[in-house]
């Protein structure tokens, strides 16, 4: 019959080693959410950019418009 094991105990340097290791896996997560919220900000922007360049070739400035 085979014996139980007993759980090891981690030393410092495993914890200190797996705690920096999460600590970069949390910023690079972070860094590509952020890159990505910046991405649609700049898209929203370069639409609404877009826009209002369309709105004033077509139609106008307002100022230009008679009622």
Known sequence: MAQPV?????SLLTRLAV???VLVALWLL????VGFVFTILRTL???GL????A????IGPPDRRKH
């Not at 007993?6 to 981690?10: L, Y």
């Not at 709105?55 to 077509?58: A, D, F, G, Q, S």
């Open 45 to 47: 922007l370069f639409l």
């Open 55 to 58: 709105w004033i070739v077509l």
């Open 30 to 33: 972070a860094g590509v959410l």
């Open 50 to 53: 877009f826009a209002v360049v």
């Open 6 to 10: 007993e759980p090891r105990e981690s």
């Open 19 to 21: 705690g920096a290791l």
